[in-house]
């Protein structure tokens, strides 16, 4: 029997997330609103160390966030992940990327598992340049723009909502192209090229 997180812890951290977002993003106004739910943030996150990065995510609220993050990949890894978690994954590579604090366990097959979960077929079956849509309301509009894969670009809001998935098939393409040129330059003996190859099928850069 899978050891599934329940449906109400998972959408507890989805509001917590949502709050801190919004807590982040505009702490004053927050407060006016709000003032008990964001003294109780501060004592659960206090601000003493923020990130060098423009998100500027706190200690805590790094660590929530990665926590989230790792229980969703042990999902993913047990084949017991949604659409629906597949898209808060994302988006919370999304946020940890913008913080400079995305792990080296998010590689380039894990964001391509979670993009074909997304898109409910391979990357590489899309062919010509498209925006696929995350949201059915018309009115959420995209205010950033995060790449994680050369050629994938997530939209999403200001409180970090993915909005869609936008895909230009020439730029990956071009990282393939990229990809074997470099292979050619490695090493031409027997052993080498077999581990070249090997770095070629398991490219491992979130980045790229």
């Given amino acids: ?19 801190l977002t919004h807590y982040r993003l505009d702490t004053e106004s927050f407060r006016a609103r709000m003032p008990d739910v964001a003294e109780a943030l501060d004592s659960m996150f206090p601000p003493h160390r923020l990130s060098r990065t423009p998100f500027g995510l706190t200690e805590n609220e790094r660590s929530h966030r ?15 992940i949604s659409t629906g978690d597949a898209t808060r994954t994302l988006e919370q590579c999304a946020v940890l990327a913008e913080d400079d604090s995305l792990g080296l366990e998010v590689d380039r097959r894990t ?4 993009l074909r979960l997304f898109l409910g077929k391979p990357v590489g079956r899309i062919t010509t340049a498209t925006t696929i849509s995350a949201t059915d309301d018309t ?20 409180d970090m909502r993915l909005v869609s998935i936008t ?17 050619m330059l490695k090493p031409s003996s027997n052993s080498s090229t077999q581990r070249d190859n090997s770095d070629s099928e ?3 850069h979130a980045t790229s």
């Fill in 1 to 19: 029997m899978k050891n599934r997180r329940s449906r109400p812890e998972s959408d507890r951290e989805t509001i917590v997330d949502r709050v």
């Fill in 66 to 80: 990665e926590l989230t993050l790792r229980n969703l990949l042990s999902d993913l890894r047990r084949g017991d």
């Fill in 111 to 114: 964001l391509l598992q979670l």
């Fill in 139 to 158: 009115n959420v509009k995209a205010a950033r723009h995060i790449s994680l894969l050369r050629g994938i670009i997530l939209d999403l809001t200001t």
């Fill in 167 to 183: 895909i230009n098939p020439s730029r990956i393409k071009g990282r393939q192209r990229i990809m074997r040129f470099v292979a």
């Fill in 202 to 204: 398991t490219d491992n």
